[in-house]
């Protein structure tokens, strides 16, 4: 299961290299990366969901579980533990943020 949407994935995401030179003020954001996992868990008080996700290539990240916060904390209601979903992180100042989840079921 792991690897089987990566081909798809790699393709045309090789877009996070706009970013414009000589601005350090903001911390370089690296821009967005998208990956799939599966959800371990929803904390809508604090508007995070935790994830079990795929290694993430763009951000040399391997498998892992972790929590996300989410951009809009509406998504929550439609997560729930045990489901595929594809996800897409935006580097912010204080971490990343996943901006657009998706079931994959
Ligand atoms: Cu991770």
Known sequence: ??????????????????????SPAAQAP???ATGTGIVKG???AAGKVKV???PIKSLNWPKMTMSFPVKDP???DQLKE????????EKTASGYVITKITLLE
């Open 1 to 22: 299961m792991v690897a089987v949407t990566w081909g798809l994935l790699l393709g045309p995401s090789v877009r996070a290299q706009s970013t414009p030179a000589g």
């Open 30 to 32: 690296s821009g967005s």
């Open 42 to 44: 929803v904390d809508k």
């Open 52 to 54: 079990a996700h795929d």
């Open 74 to 76: 509406a998504v929550l």
């Open 82 to 89: 045990g489901q595929q979903v594809r996800f897409e992180i």
